[in-house]
DNA sequence: AAGTTGCTCAACCGCATAGGG
DNA sequence: CCCCTATGCGGTTGAGCAACT
C-alpha cells in the first residue's frame, strides 16, 4: 500500500488548467509572503487547489525570472551537452539554463532535440551513431539467407558467425522501432506462395529478434522452397526484371509500416551518395521507404 | 467545410528522497 | 534508527491547435 497521492484527500480541489484569476492569486501570495509551505499556500492564498499544483504552476509558468520564447542555438547545444553526461536528469540540466525549467528543457528534448538527433543518425540514449545502414542492410541480407532456400539451413553456423556487432546493430534498430506492418503487396510478386508464410516468418523473426532469441529461433525455422525466387529481397521489395535493374515493380511501402511509423533513424540527406548495393532491391525498397520518411 | 492526424506543452501522477520529530 | 510528511523529480497524459486530406 503506497502513499496516497498529496491532493486525494480532497476530491474537491480543483485541477487542470490554471485561470488568470488564480495566476494572480498565486503571484500576489508568494510575491508578498514567499511560499514557505506549498502545502499549507493553497488555502492561504485563497486557492482551490492541492499545493503540488500550485508549486508546479509558480516554477513552471509564473515564476518572474523565468525566461519565454525559443531555444537559441547555444543553449541547445548545451542541453545535448549536458545530456550526454547527465541522461534525463532535467532538473540538474535545468540548473545550467538560468531561466529554464525542468518541464520546458524536458519537454523541448522530447519534441525537438530527440528527433533531430535521430536524423542526424544519433541515438539520442547514447548519444553516439545509430547502426549504420549498410551494416543494416548487410545483417538483414545475411539472416534472410535461410528463406531463400531451404538448404541453406545448414549454412547456420554462417548465421551464427555474423559478429555481435552486426546482431546487436539489428537489435538496436528493431528495439528503436514499433513493430511494423509486413507486407500484404505479395500476391503480385513472382513469389506469391511466399506471401503468407513470409509474412509470419518475417513477424515472427522480428518477435524473436526483440526477444533476443534469434539464433535459437534460426535454428528452429523451417520453410518450403522458393524457387522461384532469387530472394527474399525480391519477394519483399519488387522482383528481380532481367538481372539487369532490381526496380521494384510496384510501390513497396504502399502496405507497409501504416500504422507504425519508422522514426528516421539513419542519416538521410538527399544528397548523399549512394552506396555500392544500390542496385539492389532490397536497398531500393529501403531508400524508397526513407526518402518518404523525409517528406513526413 | 468537415473530419482526421500529428504536434506541442501545461499539467498531472506516482515514486523517490530529504529531513524533522 | 524509524516513521511520517512535504517536496522534488521524471514519465506520461490529454487539451488545444495547426496542418493535412
Redesign the pocket.
Known sequence: M??P???SESSDL?????TPEEDELLSDYIQKHGH????ALPNRAGLN?C???C???WI??LRPDIKRGNFSQDEENLIVHLHSTLG?????IASQLPGRT???I???W???VRKKLLKAGIDPKTHKPVPNFDFLLETISQISLPFKVPTLMTMSPLIKNINDQLLNNLLQFVNMTPLPKLPTFLDSSPCGSFNQPGELVMEEMVNQYRSQDWMEYVNKVDLEPRSECDSIDASLFGSYGDGIEMIPDHEPFDNLFIDN?LPGLLPMSPEEPKNSIESNAFQAGFDDYYDSLLK?
Not at 514557505?36 to 502545502?39: G, K, N, Q, T, V
Not at 534525463?88 to 540538474?92: A, G, T
Open positions: 503506497g502513499r497521492p498529496c491532493c480543483k485541477k487542470g488548467p490554471w514557505e509551505s506549498w502545502r487547489r499545493g503540488k499544483s508549486r508546479l504552476r513552471n509558468y534525463n536528469k532535467w532538473s540538474r525542468d518541464n520546458e524536458k519537454n523541448f522530447n519534441t525537438h511509423q513526413i
